[in-house]
Nanobody, 123 residues
Framework: VQLQAFGGGLVQPGGSLRLSCQAS????????MGWFRQTPGKEREFVAA????????SYADAGKGRFTISRDNAKNTVYLQMNSLKPEDTAVYYC?????????????????WGQGTHVTVSS
């Protein structure tokens, strides 16, 4: 499956962005999906994950209460709504398809990755 993430950009602190990840060329609905982020010199870190149906989600502490992951299996798309953004949320955000149907926080359990979309939170 090929994943394409988009929706990043420059936003002021306190603002919102919605990232989208479009899947094509493979199975989408039967697998969990996740969002990760990475800054220069740091490991890729987990942000949020969702199970195959959208009925179960998991969040890193950094995004709890501010980020919401969702999916539309009819559109082969997963979303990450990010509110109350902070400068420390600045990163390249990647979407990924899990090896299994349930939400996973470990990057090694994902086998398909999108190209990343840049998010910059700055005044």
């Amino acid at each position: 499956v090929q994943l394409q993430a988009f929706g990043g950009g420059l936003v002021q602190p306190g603002g919102s962005l919605r990232l989208s990840c479009q899947a094509s060329g493979g199975t989408f609905s039967g697998y969990g999906m996740g969002w990760f982020r990475q800054t220069p010199g740091k490991e890729r870190e987990f942000v949020a994950a969702i199970n195959w149906s959208g009925g179960s989600t998991s969040y890193a502490d950094a995004g709890k209460g501010r980020f919401t992951i969702s999916r539309d299996n009819a559109k082969n798309t997963v979303y990450l709504q990010m509110n109350s953004l902070k400068p420390e949320d600045t990163a390249v955000y990647y979407c990924a398809r899990s090896l299994v149907a349930v939400p996973q926080q470990v990057a090694g359990l994902y086998n398909s990755w999108g190209q990343g979309t840049h998010v910059t939170v700055s005044s």
